[in-house]
Nanobody, 122 residues
Framework: QVQLVESGGGLVHAGASLRLSCAASGRTFSIYTMGWFRQAPGREREFVAAIGWSVTMSTYTDSVKGRFTISRDNAKNTVYLQMNSLKPEDTAVYYC???????????????WGQGTQVTVSS
């Protein structure tokens, strides 16, 4: 089992930055692929970014490329999502997830956090 707790969400203006953190506890964190997903009101949850255990692999959804950066610190059992140049359409609940294989498919992520709200005003 892996427990995940997100933090760092908030209310910001368009163009601002936020850094989300996801602290993991339980089984060895470093072996997992970590991902960030988001769910906007009235929409399905969607993939945002993923990073492999070796940190050399990362994938982003097209809408955040060049603005968001996923990173991880295995010594701290923490994964981050640095979000720059935020837009109102980035408003959503952001979820951290852990999976056993490198993937962007949320069905293949085994463990999920409770989510943190990000609201971007125009």
């Amino acid at each position: 089992q892996v427990q995940l707790v997100e933090s760092g969400g908030g209310l910001v203006h368009a163009g601002a930055s936020l850094r989300l953190s996801c602290a993991a506890s339980g089984r060895t964190f470093s072996i997992y692929t970590m991902g960030w997903f988001r769910q906007a009101p009235g929409r399905e949850r969607e993939f945002v970014a993923a990073i492999g255990w070796s940190v050399t692999m990362s994938t982003y959804t097209d809408s955040v490329k060049g603005r968001f950066t996923i990173s991880r610190d295995n010594a701290k059992n923490t994964v981050y999502l640095q979000m720059n140049s935020l837009k109102p359409e980035d408003t959503a609940v952001y979820y951290c997830a852990a999976g056993n294989r490198y993937t962007t498919a949320q069905a293949l992520f085994n463990f999920w956090g409770q989510g943190t709200q990000v609201t971007v005003s125009s």
